[in-house]
């Protein structure tokens, strides 16, 4: 059986629910998102509550969805990150990316 991924994305908060994977990224989440990021004014929220599994291109996508924020002089936070996730944080990324990470998930 193949999981998925689903999202929602409103108030600037994206939601998704289900294995943020190699498999399972969607050019089409990527771009709404993107747009998303574009026109939110001070901050966007991503929240990973319902994230069942996550793989190298999903930090991936993350670090770059925070890499575009501060670019734009905006913040990304990421709410509810699964503590049982944090060992692929230290594996996959640099130093400076870990802190840009980390950073983003101190603000809740």
Not at 86 to 98: A, G, K, M, V
């Amino acid at each position: 059986m193949r999981s998925g991924l689903t999202y929602t994305i409103e108030n600037n908060r994206l939601m998704m629910v289900g294995d943020l994977t190699i498999n399972n990224l969607c050019l089409e989440m990527m771009k709404t998102w993107k747009r998303t990021i574009i026109k939110a004014k001070n901050y966007v929220n991503i929240d990973c509550i319902n994230i069942n599994k996550i793989d190298s291109s999903g930090i991936a996508w993350l670090l770059l969805s925070i890499k575009s924020c501060t670019d734009r002089k905006k913040q990304c936070h990421i709410l509810n990150f699964p503590d049982n996730m944090n060992d692929l944080i230290e594996l996959y990324l640099t130093p400076t990316q870990r802190r840009l990470f980390h950073n983003a998930k101190k603000h809740y």
